[in-house]
């Protein structure tokens, strides 16, 4: 009995990836607004009888072409081939996996954002598996209350942007941002109205921040023209003046008087990129997204690049609760990174993802979950209805269709 | 009469795109070495009763669905709505037409790899139309031959290298560039005796080149390490020691002595991201791929740059001669850029793409065509083999079937 248990012993049970399934999820109808929750890809991923579940902040059937595809070379082989039969039982596993797909996949261009939603499966999966959350496995001690921002897109007129603003201030937020919506592209003086319309909605008291949404590409005379607007109106932060990766605009916008603080960061899609921005853009605020920067792994590598560098992270999120809880991890721990994106306006498919959401506290604050893994139970009764049927056949061999919840 | 022909005067005739057709070729089985030639994908696009050819570097399957994929919201839309039925009838209409793409696919990450095809195919088009090469309509009065460099993978073994590059500077070549194959992952002394056999092999006289692939991602000391034998064997540049992107390693790589030039770039899929390489990576050569940054266009605002910094632009070409004619125009009019990387170990399919290929002259120079667009026909007879048939659905609709030649 004493060499059976012995045997036991040294042969820990391996957990090996055993299915990976992709959910494409969609609105009846898409508009053509710059509202990113109106479809949705979810990676389910099991191992030794438990699932994990992540979500991929791109297009759903790009991304799973690129999980599927035939390899073209050693350098761009699909992702399925660094991901399925891998063992995944700490840590490590996932670091692996990472390290995987960036080597096999580097010229595959879309491999970052799959596996965005891969990886974030993992540390679901992992969490679940050790009956952790997420953000112990990730080394933090404890994980901090996050003040979320209201994040929305700019009404058509100033007085629905400043209806918008009140009513988000009442609701209880504390910080609000606004986007899009024809903000940069319309004339400097319909932009300010834009913007004061919000600061007087939101009150003198919000944090007030405005996204420009790349919209002046790399022209720095156009950003110039609104930064005394964005100073009179007590802006926090101008977000994405320019288009992601443009450093030496970002760098001479940072440099220019009134000083507005930029955020950016979004659009990254590896760890360099969010680098670069950090140390050569000027930034104040660096903003991932976990479902496009490769996930938890990445995004976490740049938060503590950021803080090493005294800048603020903070999570990018348009989507659901399951990106939120997953966004929310790689700087659950840092203390001083106290904000977070929170969206409010989200569409029903979102909404439905997540069964229970992550709502604020008392204080008005959001925590991140406590449960095992990201604490989130994906609601898959209420999902069917808007999965999307797919097929892809290669060489008469189809590769890949739908699968079933 | 008169009222007639003003009336013809004022109203000329229009071409529009009128078919956009994606062929993926494969050969019969894919090897897992870092040979890029094995698959192509062609962007055939049909106008006014002529046609272009472009060539994507790039997962065929998954730059196909970013192309026919369903619209995720404003800034995610499949890039068929950015070309389909536009205007093609002057240089400004491909600007247009590779603006348009940016902003409506930016959130879709493979939406450059595609965008690149589809740009060289409207250049050859345009070039076609108006009876000019292409590097005519980018604004180049000549266009100058350019010293091919001989691309290929190490040997397995360094007397294999040896014979390559011997054999390489027999058939005339006097430049040869040796990567991959394990470089810089085997020991200092490994990689040294790689290549001390490269330079034997080349000759004293031959420029020789050291591609490292990325395999040192972000590590200086992996690179430090080998600069000594890499100034011994008097190497024209090392290229990629590390990831695209990285651009605080490449420059301080470049400020470590003895100086090896640096060269990079091939990766970058954007314009942004080619000008952060220049602007902060300290790199002497720049290597575009037209395939991948987005097209010719973007090519060619990136030679402008290099040029204005002092820095060499070389194109990246490692398949067909296609690709080859489309890399040469956006810097075949900038004389002081006067090398080529020219592959010479193409796979069949490759080779097969173009009817007649681009040759070295008796100087052993390589000269852009001077017919009309690209210069190239595509020899679709011998082509009809390789193509892989391929049929996407969505919502039981058939959003993609591979088309005929």
Redesign the interface.
């Known amino acids: 009995m004493a060499a059976l248990r012995l045997h036991f012993r040294i042969q820990p049970v391996i957990m090996k990836i055993d299915s990976v399934d992709f959910f494409y999820l969609?609105m009846p109808a898409?508009?053509?607004?710059?509202?990113?929750s109106?479809?949705a890809l979810l990676v389910r991923i099991g191992a030794g009888g438990k699932q994990g579940w992540g979500e991929c902040?791109?297009?759903?059937?790009?991304s799973?072409?690129?999980y599927?595809?035939?390899?073209?070379?050693?350098?761009?082989k699909?992702l399925k081939q660094s991901v399925e039969g891998m063992p995944i039982n700490g840590v490590d596993d996932i670091h692996r996996i990472s390290l995987a797909v960036h080597e096999n996949s580097?010229?595959?261009?879309?491999a970052?954002?799959t596996l965005s939603g891969i990886d974030i499966a993992l540390w679901d999966l992992l969490g679940k598996h050790l009956q952790e959350p997420v953000y112990k496995l990730l080394g933090y001690k404890k994980a901090y209350p996050k003040l979320p921002y209201a994040s929305q897109l700019f009404g058509r007129t100033p007085e629905e942007t400043f209806e918008k603003a009140r009513s988000t201030r009442s609701s209880g937020f504390r910080a609000v941002k606004f986007g899009w919506g024809g903000f940069g592209i319309k004339s400097p003086k319909e932009d300010a109205a834009q913007v004061l319309a919000a600061r007087e909605g939101a009150g003198e008291e919000s944090l007030l921040m405005i996204d420009a949404?790349?919209v002046w590409n790399?022209d720095l005379n156009s950003a110039r023209e609104r930064l005394g607007t964005l100073y009179k109106s007590k802006v926090y932060w101008l977000e994405e003046p320019f288009?992601?990766?443009?450093?030496?605009a970002y760098n001479e916008l940072s440099a220019t008087r009134p000083a507005i603080p930029l955020a950016g960061g979004e659009?990254c899609?590896?760890f360099?990129?969010a680098?670069?921005m950090i140390?050569?853009g000027g930034l104040r605020f660096i903003q991932i997204d976990a479902g496009?920067i490769g996930g938890i792994t990445v995004a976490k590598k740049v938060a503590l690049l950021a803080e090493k560098n005294g800048i603020t992270y903070v999570n990018h999120t348009f989507t659901s609760h399951l990106a939120l809880s997953a966004s929310l991890q790689p700087f659950a721990g840092i203390e001083k990174d106290g904000l977070c994106e929170y969206p409010v306006e989200s569409k029903k498919l979102a909404k439905d993802i997540a069964l229970v959401e992550i709502a604020r506290d008392a204080q008005g604050y959001v925590n991140v979950p406590e449960n095992p893994g990201l604490g989130i139970e994906v609601n898959t009764n209420a999902l069917k209805k808007y999965l999307?049927?797919?097929?892809?056949?290669?060489?008469?061999e189809r590769i890949y269709y739908t699968p079933e919840f």
Chains 1, 2 share one sequence.
Do not use: F
């Open positions: 969609s898409i508009l053509d607004i710059g509202d990113g109106q479809d902040e791109a297009s759903p059937l790009t799973i072409a690129s599927v595809c035939p390899m073209s070379h050693s350098a761009c699909p580097s010229d595959l261009l879309q970052d954002h949404g790349t790399e288009v992601n990766g443009a450093i030496r659009g899609h590896s360099v990129q680098q670069a140390q050569y496009r999307v049927d797919v097929e892809i056949s290669v060489k008469g």
